[in-house]
């Protein structure tokens, strides 16, 4: 199954973004998002393995501002 990375700017609204999601029966996980330029700051990702079109849907609808989106195998 693919997952598939949603980069957020702040732990809190990772944070946030888990339990959403997971409140809606989509299992996420929580990381630091480091770039290999060291430039994204405080950046932290949400990832998820199943529908991310939905999870996609429910972030933005709460407000939370998805910064990238990357597939992963």
């Known amino acids: 199954m693919n997952r598939v990375v949603f980069n957020v700017s702040s732990v809190t609204n990772a944070m946030r973004g888990k339990s959403l999601l997971e409140r809606n029966g989509i299992r996420a996980y929580v990381g630091r998002s480091i770039d290999a330029s060291g430039s994204n700051g405080c950046g932290y990702r949400i990832t998820v393995a199943g529908d991310a079109e939905r999870a996609e849907r429910l972030l933005t ?4 501002r998805i910064r990238s989106r990357q597939e992963e195998q």
């Open 61 to 64: 609808s709460a407000g939370i």
